[in-house]
């Protein structure tokens, strides 16, 4: 049998490893009520809280939602100033109750626009006073109502629980395998669930990041368990060769050849698959013997 000597190719190899996910949830957002009396009429179940929906009725007066970075948290009359202003502004704005923009400041135009929406929600056209009461914050954007927590008939106080929106996902659970990820990922390895890629520290366990945690939900979609694949944050070059061209030696020693008349080289195998293997760039390799098994007379694979 005539030796087979082919030209070595190169490749880049980025190791990587399948996981096991699991999406983990996260505390629930609560509305409260800033206002006190008897629950007559209470939202449903999937129901979706925006700006001037109306999440309750207490004492046959509506109560709507006002969405914000934070809540108003006093009465806010003409003259008054501050941050709380502005987001009165913007819900009076988002309601068609005032023309913007908003600003810091409550004057004429902010007075017309709360007598508008008092007299939307059933008060005097005469009242010039917001007062927090009339509204339940539902957070900074709208909220689906999971559950009600003030049923019609309910006696409220001030600071009870209103209605529940669905718990978000806290974090998502990373299986690593027995004994750890493989060493060749690197340091700074990468959790890839289809589209989405944010980093992983070894050993963590989880993905807690807010924004790394609502890509990962993303790409798996409606399941809370699914797989993933943790690879290096960089591939490196690999020479790839005929699997044939690999000798087996004592002590679990690997070796090629380089041509019919080159001695054996050890080298150690990080990848591959069906009929290649993968070797490190730094075995010097361009050309590879692909029929050492065919061959007689070649010295041995040993150290």
Do not use: K
Request: aromatic share 4%; charged share 15%.
């Amino acid at each position: 049998m005539a030796p087979v000597v082919v030209p070595v190719e190169r490749a880049e190899r980025r190791a990587s490893m399948m996981v096991s996910l699991e999406v983990v949830p996260g505390e629930a957002f609560v509305a409260t009520s800033s206002t006190s009396g008897t629950v007559t009429g209470a939202a449903q179940v999937g129901a979706v809280l925006d700006n001037g929906v109306t999440v309750m009725v207490v004492d046959d007066r509506p109560v709507v939602a006002m969405l914000g970075d934070a809540p108003l948290w006093r009465p806010l009359g003409s003259g008054a100033r501050g941050e709380d202003v502005t987001r009165l502004q913007e819900f009076l704005i988002t309601t068609g109750h005032l023309s913007g923009p908003a600003t810091d400041r409550f004057g004429p135009a902010t007075t017309a626009g709360v007598r508008s929406f008092a007299q939307s929600i059933g008060l005097p056209r005469s009242t010039t006073v917001f007062d927090p009461a009339w509204v339940v914050w539902v957070g900074d954007s709208p909220l689906p109502v999971a559950h009600v927590d003030a049923p019609v008939g309910a006696t409220l106080a001030a600071g009870d629980p209103v209605v529940t929106g669905p718990a978000a996902a806290g974090a998502v659970a990373v299986a690593e395998p027995q004994g750890g990820l493989v060493a060749d990922l690197g340091d700074d390895p990468e959790l890839v669930v289809g589209g989405a890629v944010v980093p992983y520290v070894p050993g963590s366990g989880a993905i807690t990041d807010p924004e790394h945690v609502a890509a990962l939900v993303g790409a798996l979609g409606m399941v809370e368990q699914g797989a993933g694949q943790i690879r290096a944050a960089q591939g490196h070059g690999v020479a790839v060769l005929p699997a044939s061209a690999v000798v087996s030696g004592e002590g679990g020693l690997v070796c090629i050849f380089p041509d019919e008349s080159s001695p054996p080289v050890a080298v150690t195998v990080v990848g591959g698959g069906g009929a290649t293997v993968q070797v490190p760039l730094d075995a010097g390799l361009t050309t590879v013997l692909a029929n050492p098994h065919q061959l007689a007379g070649l010295p041995a694979c040993q150290g």
